[in-house]
């Protein structure tokens, strides 16, 4: 499975963002996806997850209301939007994929694939 994401860019205090990641693999369905994000000097944390079908997500609480995961499994695509951005979202995010659900607490060092990471940056 390769993972490519995009869609990172500087936006304002208020502002929002969209993020998509391209899975390359035929059985995109059989993956749990996630969305992580790392700031300078900090872990890798959990930001969103969303079940194979599409009918479950998880949020982590600095986002929910805020942000929204999804998925198209036709497309083998999945998306974070992101509305009213804060200065603390600034980070690097990355998808992940992984057979089991990736949801709040998971161990970033095990889940099996992630994208490149695009970057994010809110200005106050």
């Known amino acids: 499975v390769q993972l490519q994401a995009s869609g990172g860019g500087l936006v304002q205090t208020g502002g929002s963002l969209r993020l998509s990641c391209a899975a390359s693999?035929?059985?995109?369905?059989?993956?749990?996806v996630g969305w992580f994000r790392q700031a300078p000097g900090k872990e890798r944390e959990f930001v969103a997850g969303i079940s194979w079908a599409g009918t479950t997500a998880d949020y982590a609480d600095s986002v929910k209301g805020r942000f929204t995961i999804s998925r198209d499994n036709v497309k083998n695509m999945m998306y974070l939007q992101m509305n009213s951005l804060k200065p603390e979202d600034t980070a690097v995010y990355y998808c992940?994929?992984?057979?089991?659900?990736?949801?709040?607490?998971?161990?970033?060092?095990?889940?099996?694939?992630w994208g490149q990471g695009t970057l994010v940056t809110v200005s106050s």
């Open positions: 693999v035929y059985t995109f369905s059989h993956y749990c």
């Open positions: 992940a994929a992984d057979r089991n659900p990736i949801r709040p607490g998971a161990n970033t060092h095990a889940l099996s694939y």
